[in-house]
């Protein structure tokens, strides 16, 4: 079976340019969660979507949505590019339940770099 | 709101050496507790977790685990360690309740030598 799949893998960026980031879960995971992973701030949640609904999101400005299509297929958005959006950008999917309580299975992540 | 700290930073060890990387986290009841690894341009790979029954916790790549109420830790062990466990470990903890998100720590480096 297919693990997690992110397009593209690497992306430069210009400040106050949007980018956005594609994630396709292991084929039958209906839960996809986005993570923010810098090297001063860790690893930072930014959403969770089951079933094309939000389930749970992150202390992050209104510059950063996401959303998750009737395949499980999930996209994420960030207008207005700032510097400190720098960072990997990795999404995680699991079977069917909560991102607090199941089994993750990560991607290798999306390098944003913003210049 | 849960949390998770992980006192060290970074470690090394050598190869063969046995291993103990620290987690302490703070919830009010019992949370779920998890151990993720992410080798070098990688995505996070689950290691362990640990919800409910016996507090000694068997993982993949003979990591085991061991939950300890009384002093709100999770500590991550390998009796041998093996250059291809250099990378960065990451202790998390959720809410059973499912209605806030994961809580990572900030991680440990472990670097093997020979």
């Given at each position: 079976?297919?693990?997690?799949?992110?397009?593209?893998?690497?992306?430069i960026?210009?400040?106050?340019?949007?980018?956005?980031?594609?994630c396709?879960?292991?084929?039958?995971?209906?839960?996809?969660s986005w993570?923010?992973?810098?090297?001063?701030q860790?690893?930072?949640?930014?959403?969770?979507?089951f079933?094309?609904?939000?389930?749970?999101?992150?202390?992050?400005?209104?510059?950063?949505s996401?959303?998750q299509f009737?395949?499980?297929?999930?996209?994420?958005?960030?207008?207005?590019?700032?510097?400190?959006?720098?960072?990997?950008?990795?999404?995680?999917?699991?079977?069917?339940?909560?991102?607090?309580?199941?089994?993750?299975?990560?991607?290798?992540?999306?390098?944003?770099?913003?210049? | 709101?849960?949390?998770?700290?992980?006192?060290?930073?970074?470690?090394?060890?050598?190869?063969?050496?046995?291993?103990?990387?620290r987690?302490?986290?703070?919830?009010?009841?019992?949370?779920?507790?998890?151990?993720?690894?992410q080798?070098p341009?990688?995505?996070?790979?689950?290691?362990?977790?640990?919800?409910?029954?016996?507090?000694?916790?068997?993982?993949?790549?003979?990591?085991?685990a061991?939950f300890?109420?009384?002093q709100?830790?999770?500590?991550?062990?390998?009796?041998?360690?093996?250059?291809?466990?250099?990378?960065?470990?990451?202790?998390?903890?959720g809410?059973?309740?499912?209605?806030t998100?994961?809580?990572?720590?900030?991680?440990?480096?472990?670097?093997?030598?020979?």
């Open positions: 079976k297919a693990g997690v799949t992110q397009t593209p893998r690497y992306l960026k210009t400040r106050g340019q949007q980018v956005t980031l594609s396709s879960p292991i084929s039958g995971h209906r839960s996809v993570y923010q992973q810098t090297p001063g860790g690893l930072q949640f930014l959403f969770e979507y079933s094309e609904t939000q389930r749970n999101k992150g202390n992050f400005p209104g510059r950063f996401g959303r009737s395949n499980s297929r999930s996209e994420m958005n960030v207008s207005t590019l700032e510097l400190g959006d720098s960072a990997l950008y990795l999404c995680a999917s699991s079977l069917n339940g909560r991102a607090s309580t199941d089994t993750q299975y990560f991607g290798p992540g999306t390098r944003l770099t913003v210049l | 709101a849960q949390s998770v700290t992980q006192p060290d930073i970074h470690i090394t060890v050598s190869e063969g050496a046995s291993l103990e990387l987690c302490n986290y703070s919830y009010g009841a019992t949370p779920y507790l998890f151990w993720y690894v080798s341009g990688q995505g996070l790979q689950l290691l362990l977790k640990y919800f409910s029954g016996d507090t000694l916790v068997q993982g993949i790549k003979g990591f085991e061991e300890k109420r009384s709100s830790s999770f500590n991550l062990r390998k009796p041998s360690v093996h250059w291809s466990d250099a990378a960065e470990y990451f202790c998390a903890v809410s059973p309740s499912g209605n998100p994961l809580v990572f720590g900030k991680g440990t480096r472990l670097s093997v030598i020979a």
